[in-house]
């Protein structure tokens, strides 16, 4: 019975061992992802990125196409344009117009009226740093967090929690064998749809520009609507005029 005893805590041993020897640091998973996109070098040389495609909004009563058009700077400017065609339901054209120039937003809504970007919107917004917040978190002061696995399909996903010193907190997840974020989660309050919103980001379809990979095809879902924007060109260091991401004069 004795020997009975020490096999079973010989084995519990090695198993024990094989979880700590496969145990990952939140340094080395973000190491890794960094690796995985192309280098710290690579990254460090982006200054800028436009992305040009379609889209397709999911809604109720079908499907809605359109186009867009994202504009991303150094540190952390960004812009959105969307065109929705919604002839099939009996519309017109739908303009929605985001813009955020480092420390204000801007909509540009000629469905729902334009306005300023405040609260729990903006505070993402400026925890957005280009090219990713994970390049310089520690800088920034995010706090990142390993919180075990979780699927994303068929995969187990490591899950970074990002926390900002302002704003949301969000759920980053790697693929381990490619180690490419797969997935972000974060809870924001919209007003425009009543309240707190779960939004859920997923990536696909990574291929190369410019020695960086890129998701071209981004799936967002929140309980309004799906959004699928799949991208057909993606251009890497382009000059930006600073007035395409402020708020237009009036």
Do not use: C, W
């Amino acid at each position: 019975m004795l020997n009975m005893y020490r096999f079973v805590a010989a084995v519990a041993l090695v198993a024990l061992s094989s979880v700590v020897a496969g145990a990952q640091t939140v340094d080395e998973l973000v190491e890794k992802h960094l690796a995985a996109t192309g280098g710290r070098a690579a990254l460090g040389k982006l200054t800028s990125r436009v992305s040009t495609g379609a889209i397709t909004v999911t809604t109720p009563v079908g499907n809605l196409p359109g186009t867009i058009e994202m504009y991303a700077a150094r540190p952390n400017r960004i812009r959105t344009l969307i065109k929705l065609d919604l002839s099939a339901v009996g519309g017109g054209q739908i303009v929605n117009d985001q813009r955020f120039d480092g420390t204000t937003g801007y909509v540009i809504d000629t469905f729902s009226g334009n306005r300023e970007i405040t609260g729990a919107q903006l505070d993402a917004m400026r925890n957005g740093t280009f090219p990713t917040p994970l390049l310089t978190y520690k800088e920034t002061g995010l706090q990142l967090t390993l919180s075990g696995r979780e699927k994303v399909g068929d995969t187990e996903a490591y899950v970074l929690v990002m926390t900002p010193k302002a704003g949301p907190p969000a759920r980053l997840f790697l693929d381990p064998d490619t180690m490419m974020m797969v997935k972000t989660v974060m809870t924001v309050n919209v007003p425009q749809l009543g309240g707190d919103v779960e939004q859920v980001i997923e990536f696909s379809d990574f291929r190369d520009v410019d020695g960086i990979k890129v998701p071209f095809v981004t799936k967002v879902v929140n309980p309004a609507q799906t959004v699928t924007a799949t991208m057909a060109t993606v251009t890497h260091n382009a000059a930006i005029d600073d007035s395409t991401f402020a708020r237009p004069a009036p």
